[in-house]
């Protein structure tokens, strides 16, 4: 296979993966706009002032940084108000316990006695007259993984948890954080309604909390609780995908799109989640730009909107761009973290995969190896497979990512600078080779739902 | 100096000692306490329920272990009203900050200008025409170190941080915490006001909040900070010194005293500060009832009210006893964390030194070194050297323990229950040698002030 070699990427696209490299491998530039994100912005929930701020912040970012072209296109977005978030135990032993509303929620002020479930399975296992006018308290912790894999088996109580409580007569749905720390930091994320059942309220407990009440019921008696919640929906607003290109020369209506959310949750700054993605993806195609080099297709930095509360952002820009989606060469998003990367997966066609690995090769002494072709590229890319439209995933170092992940203490400290330069570098080699690569990438394998 | 040994300690009460180490290292009662209390009863600030129920608590725990003399002796202590604490940065870039009142502090509703100093003697230096008017931010970092030697510098501004601002018309004083971590908690503690100042509200930032204000300050601008507290001080209310002894056989009436405050901050449930030392020293006791061993002294652990709030407790109970001080023996107090212990030292008569490494000889297998003969013993017992009183000093590790103090995650996830027993087991013989010793520890050398 490597008789491709020479074919897929020229020796001048090469020569200049290497100047990429060192140049990207000693940046400042993904660590100050991190800096100034989370520094000169903070937290930007959808709807609010700070994602306002975070727009014109990108707009701002981007023609400072010097790209050419720089736009935004409008995405109508939900704004959930979080308010106050209190809760305490009642009896048998009095103390306040540290809350925080899960996004979405109604409001709250309630106190029932408690019922712990291991899992959204036990409670949905459940008989109704056990479950009638108490608070459902789902006690299922998360396990720490490298790849992050622990986060799916426990993140389904979040968003269907307060549905599956309310369906069997609940008043409201307490969940331990989906978070591997032990701080005493609830973890937000969003949570969602259906129409046919009530909607009660639904917030997490920090894990210590959750360790409390879980050691409080083990003797055996009644625990009661008082939740209360100011949390309200109210109604639209504007967000943007906020995007900078640097146009490509032959094939420049072939696009790599880099693509990170803009949005965070409200509690921290959103320096890992995702700021850090904004900070690794923008400094990539500022290294290309930076070293003067013209890319053959069209690299295109998506900032989406909206992430947080259900790829909102992602899906505008799918339905904004409808007609020419074949156009997508190939996408990827940074969003785990800062880092470092370490495997490179794909999903191309199979005929692709040399080249893919003459790509692997040039990342390898950065320290990221070859993976599989079954990526789904990332949160707000996973939407285009399904559309025929090829995506790469760059996977980071997410071991310690849920320690900080959708709390107030998602702050630029937590950022290990060495590892958002090396995240940001393999960016800007995988951009830069993808660009010039002489490969055809589609049909891609059919994802399986 | 050897020549002594037998003489200070029988061989009894050294075949005891071995029996003990044995027993204490193998124990699950410290760390049931522990459990019992932070579940239990969780905060205890002195002036709450939670302190009338701690204090209820430990009379039950005292009497439930099997000791035949438990009694508590009243105290009266202020009763401060922590209320609601929000601040956020209001220009340049607006956002919420992480505070926390300081303990004593006044009410606020004010938004103001930062001022920021490198530490309490800047600010003594500064101009007061440039502080008039403004917020005063004091940005001294704590530095790490075993033995907690970082503290005594930074905590200086804590206590009279706002009197020295309010001294230059500053309209409040905002601290970074005085803690090692880095995560978004505002670490408490208690200030002071005195008579001829104006009393300015007192809060703490978190240390990345405070990173982040300096970033802010960094650019040059103005920033402009909102301070909102709800605190006030309610007056007085009675707490308890709560007492269980050990009655001594020859020398009943000389007292080997081991304390720890009862009382804690009240955002976290005290695990570490000092829910700890009330579960080393109490086990220490319950390991030698237990064994059914008959100490020469009288072994009285006092559980100390509302030491937080400036040793009222400790003051208490030196004035309750001052006519018979004569009898303690020897103090000291377990208020560090939940340990290892590394280090025994002491304020004895220097001729008692032999008998002090005889003592140290028996704890070296625990890990435990001799010190020096310069110990204040610890918060509570520190203030009975200045009467005459011997005091020891049993070093625990504190490499970890600013991390959480003062926090709302000083909970019981954070106690290692091998450091704790090992603490306790240290005590155990400590208690038990220094009650059975044939030695005069007076006069002791006198403290320099
Ligand atoms: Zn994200
Ligand atoms: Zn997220
Ligand atoms: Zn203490
Ligand atoms: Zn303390």
Redesign the interface.
């Known amino acids: 296979s490597w008789a491709n070699a020479d074919s897929a990427l020229s020796e001048q696209t090469l020569n200049a993966t290497q100047e990429l490299k060192k140049h990207a491998m000693v940046s400042q530039h993904p660590w100050n706009i991190l800096?100034s994100l989370t520094?000169?912005?903070?937290?930007r929930l959808p709807g609010t002032?700070?994602d306002v701020r975070a727009v014109q912040w990108a707009m701002d970012k981007f023609k400072q940084l010097g790209f050419s072209k720089v736009y935004k296109e409008p995405v109508k977005v939900p704004y959930w108000y979080r308010g106050s978030a209190h809760a305490s135990?009642v009896a048998?032993?009095?103390?306040?316990l540290?809350i925080t509303a899960l996004g979405n929620s109604v409001a709250a002020d309630v106190t029932a006695q408690i019922i712990r479930f291991d899992n959204l399975d036990a409670l949905i296992q459940a008989d109704a007259a056990q479950v009638k006018g108490k608070i459902v308290f789902i006690d299922h912790k998360m396990e720490r993984y490298r790849d992050g894999r622990g986060y799916g088996p426990v993140v389904k109580a979040r968003g269907k948890g307060a549905v599956e409580a309310a369906k069997k007569g609940a008043v409201a749905m307490l969940l331990r954080s989906v978070g591997t720390d032990?701080?005493?930091?609830a973890h937000t994320g969003v949570m969602r309604y259906v129409d046919y059942v009530d909607a009660i309220p639904a917030a997490a407990l920090s894990?210590?909390d959750a360790?409390?009440i879980t050691?409080?019921l083990s003797r055996g008696e009644k625990v009661e609780v008082n939740v209360k919640l100011t949390s309200e929906n109210r109604g639209e607003a504007t967000s943007y995908n906020v995007i900078a290109e640097i146009p490509g020369s032959d094939l420049a209506n072939e696009v790599v799109i880099i693509g990170a959310h803009l949005d965070s949750w409200d509690e921290?700054?959103g320096a890992l989640d995702d700021g850090a993605g904004v900070a690794i993806v923008t400094g990539a195609a500022k290294h290309i730009l930076e070293r003067g080099l013209t890319p053959r297709r069209t690299i295109r930095v998506v900032l989406f909107a909206a992430e947080e509360i259900g790829l909102v952002g992602a899906k505008a820009y799918r339905d904004a761009h409808k007609d020419t989606l074949d156009s997508i060469y190939i996408a990827a998003e940074a969003d785990f973290g800062a880092g470092p990367i370490y495997q490179f997966n794909t999903r191309v066609n199979e005929s692709a995969l040399d080249s893919m690995e003459i790509i692997a090769k040039q990342l390898e002494s950065l320290g990221v190896k070859l993976g599989n072709n079954a990526s789904w590229g990332g949160p707000d890319v996973s939407i285009l497979p399904a559309l025929g439209v090829p995506v790469a995933g760059l996977s980071m170092d997410g071991t310690d990512y849920f320690d900080y992940h959708h709390?107030?203490?998602d702050?630029?400290?937590?950022v290990d600078p060495d590892a958002l330069r090396q995240s940001s570098a393999v960016y800007t080699l995988y951009a830069w080779m993808m660009a010039n690569l002489d490969e055809e990438l589609r049909p891609i394998p059919l994802p399986k739902q």
């Open positions: 800096e520094t000169e912005v903070g937290p002032e700070g135990v048998p032993f009095p103390q306040p540290t032990s701080h005493r930091f894990n210590p360790d409390q050691r409080m921290g700054t709390t107030a203490d702050t630029l400290d937590k």
